[in-house]
């Protein structure tokens, strides 16, 4: 019996969660559709539209990356543990590279110096996302520095897996005690704001050209 309903029941939660997964990026979409739907918006949607998806798998690899040392397989090696968010850091810039983009992963409370917030626009936006849960990204104009383009800022989140390099400041692994003497990522629970990503799109003289033609 439970062999004949297995195959339908699993077809029935992949279903399901197929189209839970259609109906989380269209309620992404909708939130961050706003300055894109506007006719001076200096990048056309569709580029829009690509960070968001962009940004969603890179967030879903460290996810997974960091899920591979949960669970009672054996001890993580020094090498496995060193395979989170480095790796997350390098496919970020070269998310960056590809599109021509400026991808960076922010936070307050930082391992890596490099990733502390740059700018007021920074400052603002992680504490909005600190303070209002529910936001999960939004869009904000390019500050006077970066010239013409947009902002794009994505959260992220604490989950269970994660705390296995930023729970307790004595539970961190060596290498992390070891490698990053300014560390203050630490101390975190599950569901907390870890930090964010921030894209960077400049406008392109192709997006404008784009959206000036008139085809025939
Ligand atoms: C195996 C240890 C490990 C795990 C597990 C881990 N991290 Fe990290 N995390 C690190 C290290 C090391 C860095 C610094 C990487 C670098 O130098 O760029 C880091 C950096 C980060 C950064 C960049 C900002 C900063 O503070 O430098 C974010 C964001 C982040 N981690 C989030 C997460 C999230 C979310 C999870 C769980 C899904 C997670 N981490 C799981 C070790 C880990």
Redesign the pocket.
Known sequence: MAQILLPSLRRLALTALASLAMVLLGALLLTVAPPAAQADAPVDPATLAKAVVAMEQL?QM??A???T?EGPSEE?TME???????P??MKAAAIGQENGWQVR???A???????APVGAQEREVIDLFLRQPAITGLWQPATAEQGAGVNYYRR????P??????GTKASR?A??KE??PA???FDFQAGDL???YAVFIPETPQAHDTLGETPG
Do not use: W
């Not at 897996?161 to 930023?166: G, M, N, R, V, Y």
């Open positions: 967030d460290r996810i990356l960091a899920s040392l993580p496995t543990m060193k395979e989170v968010c480095k997350v850091g992963q922010v936070a409370k930082f391992r890596n110096p490099d990733h992220i989140n604490v989950e897996s994660c705390l296995a390099c930023h692994p290498f992390v490698n990053y560390d203050r990522a870890r930090g964010m």
